[in-house]
């Protein structure tokens, strides 16, 4: 629905809404917040909180442009936070000063999990709903993206910048060394092995960036959750751990260093692999560039994991800045905003149709669109469940812990990592 269309019907409806506030003894003649207001008659500003930079950035403006040339009384002021823990401290820093939230913001359910305990953020249900202003028939987002935006099963976010993981290899290396693409967690373990020692050590098989993200993932596809009833001694979890513990104590696999991600030393040609997000892409497309032929391949698991942001909605937005608010969020959903922000910002779209499209898959800039599919074919998300962002981060730290000591019993790191845990999960 585009706001600018309908003058004469929002006149009335303002008109309707005035006589009728003078008859309830109401002078205001405004919506009450827990209702949905269809028209918009007046002028709205909204303000959206984000860690959108470079590319991604200019990609956001633009559609954000775009939104308001179409509707000519919402302004959108875009408010960059600078990175994803700058804008979480900033959220939890201004919880307990509602009036100075924002309409709107970037962030993972798992950081509003007590907001939406206390209500402070608005259920978007009623508004997809509504017969106005709802989707109606506008494609609808992708379940599994759609259902990692919920908080206690109550639709509080829609998806935005989307991504998942996959894997990249050296095109070159693998030839040479008469290697396959992985298709599963065996084959990447004995391409990486062979590497390893046909290379006489000198180059490294595999390894993965985020070690939270791998544990979760492997654990998913031995059908176990990461909730407070995970059992980090299971049988499941000890087998997860050592997959890629005994790689690095073998040399055939190796962690990412102190900047966190893998894409440096697989454009040096230290690694042969790596298993990374897709919004990464970019830096590898320019860290490779004249160097070898990289290429692209679905995580070789079949279960896979769904990250990146959702937008949500404080309760502390007028009426009228819900409205605008959905509208916007409605509007960068839409098929052709979301072919737009993908190919500019290399994360996934949110809608099949584009993921399916010629047009995405066949993307000259990009390797990510051709894979995608496969890629995706089972997403699931971490469980949002209270303190279940600060206990998924100390998994990163367990992991990271369990394997720069692959000198020292695993058993007991692994024992000995428990209650550390354990204090995550009950802070």
């Not at 633009?62 to 179409?70: L, N, P, S, V």
């Not at 959220?91 to 509003?112: E, H, M, R």
């Not at 709802?134 to 109550?154: C, M, R």
């Not at 102190?258 to 040609?269: Q, R």
């Amino acid at each position: 629905m585009k706001i600018n269309k309908l003058a004469t019907t929002l006149f009335v409806a303002a008109t309707a809404l005035v006589l009728g506030a003078c008859g309830s003894g109401n002078d205001k003649g405004t919506a009450s917040n827990d209702e949905v207001l269809t028209e918009l008659p007046e002028e709205t500003t909204i303000t959206f909180w984000h860690a959108m930079n470079g590319a991604q950035e200019e990609a956001l403006k633009k559609i954000t442009e775009d939104f308001m040339a179409e509707n000519k009384n919402v302004t959108v002021e875009l408010q960059n936070q600078s990175s994803y823990p700058d804008l979480q401290a900033k959220i939890n820093s201004t919880l307990p000063s509602p009036k100075n939230l924002p309409t709107i913001t970037q962030a993972y359910p798992g950081w509003l999990w007590n907001a939406a305990q206390d209500e402070m953020i608005v259920d978007l249900q009623p508004y997809i709903d509504d017969e106005t202003i709802g989707w109606g028939d506008q494609e609808a987002i992708t379940e599994s993206l759609l259902n990692g935006a919920k908080i206690n099963d109550t639709q509080y976010g829609i998806p935005f910048n989307k991504s998942t993981e996959m894997l990249y290899y050296n095109a070159d290396m693998l030839a040479e060394y008469d290697v396959e693409v992985p298709t599963t967690m065996e084959e990447l373990k004995d391409a990486s092995e062979k590497i390893y020692k046909e290379s006489n050590g000198k180059v490294v098989g595999a390894g993965f960036d985020s070690l939270n993200n791998y544990y979760a993932i492997g654990m998913k596809n031995k059908d176990v959750a990461i909730t407070k009833d995970l059992d980090l001694e299971s049988k499941e979890s000890k087998e997860v751990i050592s997959y890629y513990a005994d790689g690095v104590q073998d040399g055939y696999f190796r962690i990412a260093g102190s900047d966190g991600y893998l894409s440096g030393p697989f454009a040096n040609e230290q690694v042969a692999m790596f298993v990374g997000s897709i919004a990464g892409e970019g830096f590898v497309k320019q860290d490779t560039e004249g160097k070898f032929e990289y290429g692209v391949a679905a995580r070789p698991e079949p279960i896979n994991l769904q990250q990146g942001t959702d937008i949500y909605m404080f309760d502390s937005a007028s009426a009228e800045q819900r409205t605008a608010a959905f509208l916007f969020m409605k509007f960068l959903s839409e098929p052709e905003n979301q072919l737009y922000w993908a190919t500019e910002t290399g994360y996934m779209p949110t809608v099949e149709s584009v993921v399916n499209s010629d047009e995405y898959k066949n993307s000259t800039d990009t390797k990510v669109p051709a894979h995608l599919e496969e890629a995706t074919t089972e997403l699931f998300s971490i469980p949002v469940e209270e303190n279940a962002d600060p206990a998924y981060n100390e998994i990163r730290s367990i992991m990271e812990n369990i394997l720069s000591n692959t000198d020292k019993d695993r058993d007991e790191l692994i024992k000995n990592s428990v209650p550390q845990l354990e204090d995550a999960w009950n802070q």
